[in-house]
């Protein structure tokens, strides 16, 4: 079956995003989503540590002197900064898809709907037991 969170196929009860296909529940799916998104702030708090870690670097081997080393270490280090922001944006616009489709997937329950006779009725007998107003 084609999922319709992740629109990838399943054949298991429950989809790798979280979608239970025989309830038809997105709850696993929306919960799975924010957790993928907590470890994807961590590990954005990672990659600025590291970053600011290898600027400090980069300023050491500066002051030693080596020219080239610390070319090389700040091309390495700007590479690799492009190619994880490029990863986490795609991984983040993949999140907001998977949870805006399980958000549109999720339903209300329905509405019990009561007759124009049965309000009258309790209105009525809402009335006749109210201590000071009879009817006359």
């Known amino acids: ?13 429950r989809c790798e995003c979280g979608f239970d296909f025989e309830t038809r529940s ?9 957790e993928e998104a907590a470890a994807a702030k961590t590990r954005e708090r990672r990659a600025k540590a590291l970053s600011i870690l ?8 500066a002051f030693m002197g080596s020219l080239t080393l610390t070319i090389a270490v700040a091309a390495i280090l700007v590479a690799s900064s492009l190619v994880s922001m490029v990863v986490e944006w ?5 999140r907001a898809k998977r949870l805006t489709a399980a958000r549109e997937l999720k339903q ?9 006779d049965q309000v009258s009725a309790r209105l009525a007998r809402r009335s ?3 201590g000071w107003y009879r009817r006359a």
Request: include cysteine; glycine fraction near 6%; proline fraction near 4%.
């Open 26 to 34: 997105v709850e696993g799916a929306i919960a799975k989503v924010k």
């Open 108 to 116: 209300l329950p329905e509405a019990r709907m009561i007759e124009r």
């Open 90 to 94: 795609r991984q983040q616009w993949d």
């Open 1 to 13: 079956m084609e999922c319709p969170v992740c629109e990838s196929e399943s054949t298991s009860r």
């Open 54 to 61: 290898g600027m400090v670097a980069v300023i050491g081997i």
């Open 128 to 130: 006749r037991t109210c």
